[in-house]
C-alpha cells in the first residue's frame, strides 16, 4: 500500500460527507513549505490531516503544526492505515450528528457578515 492509496481512500470519505465538509490540499511553492496533505472545515470544526503510506510517520515539523492547530482548537489527524481513515469518518459522522441537531438555529448570510478592520 502506497501514501496514494491512503490519500485514495480519504478522498473518498471526504467525498461521501459532502456539502457538510469543505477542504483543499495546499501546494508546496517556493515560498513555503507544505506541511499537511488536506486543510478542512467539518460542521464549524477545522482540522488538518496528515496522510502517510502505511509503517512510516509524520515529521518532527508536521507534528509541531499538529500540535498548533490543537492549541488552537481544530483537530490534527495523522492517516496511514485503512483503520485511520475509518477512525476519521467516525469523527466527521460524530460532529455532523452534533450540527443536525442544531440545524435549526439561525444563520446570518454571508454577505451580511461585515469586516472590521
Avoid at 480519504?10 to 490540499?25: C, F, T
Avoid at 476519521?88 to 439561525?106: G, Q
Amino acid at each position: 500500500m502506497k501514501e496514494r492509496d491512503v490519500t485514495d481512500d480519504i478522498n473518498e470519505v471526504l467525498r461521501a460527507h459532502k456539502p457538510l465538509v469543505s477542504w483543499y490540499r495546499p501546494v508546496p511553492s517556493v515560498y513555503g513549505q507544505r506541511f499537511v496533505d488536506y486543510v478542512g472545515v467539518s460542521c464549524g470544526y477545522y482540522w488538518i490531516i496528515e496522510a502517510k503510506r502505511p509503517g512510516k510517520d509524520a515529521t518532527d515539523a508536521q507534528y509541531i503544526r499538529a500540535k498548533e492547530i490543537e492549541a488552537a482548537g481544530g483537530a490534527a489527524f495523522v492517516i496511514n492505515s485503512p483503520t485511520d481513515v475509518i477512525r476519521f469518518e467516525r469523527w466527521l459522522t460524530k460532529n455532523e450528528a452534533k450540527y443536525i441537531v442544531r440545524s435549526d438555529w439561525p444563520t446570518i448570510p454571508f454577505r451580511h457578515i461585515k469586516v472590521i478592520r
